[in-house]
């Protein structure tokens, strides 16, 4: 899974949320570190809705501009657990691997 | 007010190279998160911005969203390289038609059959592209007789490149026989890829249904040897088994993690069975 769309997925862990919203919302849980710009949020978006992963959750109208909200699918939910699971486990492994190094220097 | 529709009408024209279906459904949408998004006083579109999107489009286009398996979203991808291919090699068999003429003339005895083999490719290659074309849309769709035909397919284009072979075509028309080798290699791949397990869940969804996963830490009931050491495909295989079980309401998110947690970190297939030995097949 790419990082964009595992951030996206976690953007809408919590609730749903607009277009926007996802972008402000990735922005933080990565520390500024990733701006998700229009073009990759709406490609991400499509496949994870055609994949059955993100579902479309109303729309309204705010100031003249549609805003249509997304959420997460159980589908969605089930692959995003999975997935940080998964990445939760490597980061172990490779912490649990450097930690006699980090710990006490050279043997 | 006038920077704004500046900045607005650039944006309409870049959004153009997204597909029609795409931009009726979410044209406004996107076009409203954009002007959201730009920058305070920004009145052109960014060169940044416009790849972004210039990109995101014709990733639409080429490659339509649709819940295909990776292995054959690859596979139809390699068929229209093979079609691109194919036609790498028609050219070149047009370009060096009159050097493997000459150099023909210095093996009398295999003349006829090498320009056979030209003449047979600058007919048939047309054909060939209209089939990979062909074959890339239908796998693309899941048909399982396209996956069979793809199948005979090769097995044909095999047959043609070892006739080829025989036939010296290699020594007269070196050129010729890269590109027929290109296209093999492009063809064997792709074969092999819509024949993967992930591939073939897809093309048969119903009898993937009634079958269980092959991965040995699926069948706790048939484990009565020693009890086994398992590897890390058979823990990301009841990591993902265990997700479609909660995804079905079967597992509550503290029970999936939990199992999770056993399943990832398991060692013996005794440990990872336990994850999934109340729950039904999938």
């Known amino acids: 899974m790419q990082e964009a769309t595992f951030l996206i997925l976690t953007a809408l862990a919590d609730g749903s949320q607009h277009g926007y919203g996802i972008i402000t919302e990735v922005a933080q849980i990565s520390d500024g570190r990733v701006r ?59 912490l649990a691997r450097l930690r006699p190094g980090l710990a006490g220097g050279l043997a | 007010m006038s ?110 059959a090498v320009l056979v083999h030209q003449v047979a490719v600058l007919a048939g290659a047309p054909l060939a592209i209209g089939l990979w074309l062909w074959l890339a849309w239908a796998n693309g769709k899941g048909e399982d007789w396209a996956r069979m035909l793809s199948a005979a397919c090769f097995g044909l284009l095999t047959f ?32 092999v890829l819509i024949f993967t397990p992930a591939a073939c869940r897809y093309y048969r969804p119903r009898l993937a249904r009634i079958l269980p996963a092959p991965t040995s830490a699926l069948w706790p009931r048939l484990a009565s040897g020693p009890d086994l050491r398992i590897g890390d495909a058979d823990r990301e295989a009841t990591a993902v088994a265990l997700g479609e079980h909660f995804a079905r309401g079967r597992l509550t998110l503290e029970e999936f993690t939990a199992r999770l947690d056993v399943a990832l970190t398991a060692t013996r297939q005794s440990e990872i069975a336990q994850t999934t030995r109340d729950l039904p097949y999938l």
Do not use: K
């Open chain 2, 3 to 112: 920077d704004m529709t500046v900045l607005e009408r650039g944006y309409r024209r870049i959004l153009a190279c997204y597909p029609r279906s795409f931009l009726r459904e979410n044209g406004d949408e996107v076009l409203a998160v954009l002007l959201d998004t730009a920058a305070e006083g920004r009145t052109r579109v960014g060169l940044a911005g416009a790849w972004d999107l210039v990109r995101g489009g014709v990733r639409m286009r080429l490659w339509p969203a649709a819940p295909r398996p990776r292995a054959v979203r690859a596979a139809v991808t390699l068929m229209l390289a093979g079609a691109a291919t194919e036609l790498a090699a028609l050219i070149t068999v047009a370009v060096s038609f009159g050097a493997v003429r000459a150099a023909a003339a210095r093996y009398p005895a295999t003349t006829d």
């Open chain 1, 36 to 94: 998700l710009r229009a073009g990759t949020l709406y490609t991400a978006l499509d496949r994870l809705r055609a994949d059955g992963l993100v579902a479309v959750d109303g729309e309204e109208i705010v100031e003249g501009r549609l805003r249509r909200y997304y959420r997460l699918t159980p589908d969605g939910t089930a692959v995003l657990a999975a997935e940080a699971a998964r990445l939760q486990a490597n980061a172990a492994a490779a």
């Open chain 2, 160 to 191: 043609s490149v070892l006739d080829a072979l025989a036939q010296h075509v290699a020594a007269v028309a070196p050129a010729t026989m890269i590109a027929a080798a290109a296209v093999w290699a492009v063809g064997l791949a792709s074969v």
